[in-house]
């Protein structure tokens, strides 16, 4: 298998995590699943991804005190192989695992995920189980100096036959589940050690190796950032996504700052290669966390966000809940003219950058249809302009422009220069050639 094939263009889809946090449920899965299918598949949305804790019993239950209960009881097989916890995915009882919600979500004709944390569980470890199809036992292939600075529940796994035999046996399980994506975290940047932030190198080779030899195409999505752009070629070589930020939230200046980690990483999208800008925290988020509120971002501050990641090539995982979706933010989100520039075939750059203001262009190789976004990055409204010429963005349409989030048509044959008069934090995006869909 050729894991650049697993995902021909960013994946695209609903991540638990920003509403939910570690109390997610079956019901609210196959709930956002079901609006998803009914709203959103047609315009590309597809994955359903269970964010962390499903294994956890009483996950938030001391959500006041604890994001994580400190060495909380876990769901576990024999083979130290975290389990969903039956009181939350009650499908999964008696042995089951994911593969009934799997089934489900399958069967609405999209594609299931879960999050994984690094390593073997901590209580494996000390309770010296069994590596499936090995005759070595947990507390052998624990390394109790890797820990996430975080999250209590695992040790990392120590190079060798040992961990990629324990590897092996959990995408064996996941692939039996059916799984299509797996978000793996305390991975992409292991926080913890500022010597050594990328001390789970060989963890993510292992777990490529795993989802190799596991005969199923599933996606590997690393976690958390920021990645290290000195590692580009190893993420590259093993995984399909990685996180260019810590996690993002609803803030105008992490929003800001992404246009300097985007220009850091935009030689490095390519198919089945997808630096990662994170969730969409749009719509309602934050229940789990014991504040359940709207987005905190602007409807402009919104069509920056989702217009930047497009014309980048992020893969888009949405934070709300889905089923309480308005218009406006579902209109932004089945965009079909702004959701085109998400593909590795258009291939995009950040033409400007400064404190007031980004550029970004992208042009479908070789001939195909171009893009040239104007972002206001100022606190005041303010113009900003492109000369498409010194661009180099005549199109077979020659200076015909259509702006993708109103329609307003443009003729600028004669001054050959996009222009437009942002709000604070606003944007414009242009396209012109071919409206062929890569979605």
């Known amino acids: ?22 109390t997610v449920n079956e019901a609210q899965v196959r709930q956002n699943a079901e609006y998803m299918a009914a709203h959103l598949k047609e315009y590309g949305w597809q994955y359903v991804v269970v964010d962390i804790q499903w294994y956890a019993h009483d996950a938030g239950a001391q959500r006041e005190k604890y994001q994580y209960l400190p060495f909380g009881e876990l769901a576990m097989d024999e083979y130290g192989r975290l389990k969903p916890d039956p009181a939350r995915f009650p499908s999964s009882a008696n042995g089951a695992g994911f593969k009934p919600l799997a089934d489900a979500i399958h069967s609405l004709g999209l594609k299931f995920g879960i999050h994984i944390m690094r390593g073997i569980p901590r209580i494996a470890a000390h309770g010296r189980l069994p590596v499936k199809g090995s005759g070595i036992r947990a507390d052998e292939i624990a390394d109790p100096s890797s820990i996430c600075g975080w999250n209590p529940d695992m040790y990392g796994v120590r190079k060798g036959s040992g961990g990629q035999a324990y590897y092996d046996s959990l995408l064996e399980l996941y692939a039996d589940w059916g799984v299509d994506l797996i978000k793996c975290d305390d991975i992409c940047n292991t926080n913890l050690y500022v010597n050594a932030p990328y001390s789970a190198q060989h963890e993510v080779e292992m777990i490529a ?17 920021p990645a290290l752009i000195e590692k580009a070629w190893h993420y590259e070589t093993y995984a399909n996504m990685w996180r260019i930020t810590d996690d993002f939230w609803d803030d105008w200046r992490l929003l800001k700052e992404m246009f300097r980690r985007c220009e850091l990483w935009q030689s490095h999208v390519s198919k089945g290669c997808y630096p990662d ?18 987005t905190n971002f602007t409807k402009e501050e919104q069509r920056t966000m989702m217009t930047l990641w497009c014309i980048f090539g992020s893969p888009l995982m949405i934070g709300a809940e889905l089923t309480k979706l308005d218009e406006d933010t579902l209109e932004l989100l089945t965009n079909k003219s702004v959701l085109n520039m998400l593909s590795p075939e258009c291939r995009a750059r ?7 203001k980004a550029i970004w262009t992208a042009r479908y190789e070789p001939d195909g249809p171009a893009y040239a976004a104007l972002f206001n990055l100022s606190d005041e409204t303010a113009r900003v302009e492109l000369d498409l010429q010194k661009a180099d963005l005549k199109t077979q349409d ?3 422009w259509e702006e993708l989030w109103t329609g307003e048509r443009r003729d600028v044959s004669a001054q050959k220069v996009l222009s437009a008069t942002l709000p604070p934090h606003g944007c414009a995006v242009f396209g012109s050639g071919s409206p062929e869909a890569a979605v």
């Open 398 to 400: 020659g200076y015909v």
């Open 277 to 294: 800008c994170d969730m969409l925290p749009v719509g309602y988020l934050g229940k789990g966390f014991g504040r359940e509120r709207c």
């Open 209 to 225: 190796r795993a989802i190799e030899k596991c005969g199923r195409q599933i996606v590997l999505s690393l976690s958390p950032g």
């Open 350 to 356: 950040q033409y400007a950058l400064d404190e007031d």
């Open 1 to 22: 298998m050729n894991k650049n094939d697993f995902a021909a263009t960013p994946p695209m889809g609903w991540n638990s995590y920003d509403y939910y946090d570690t």
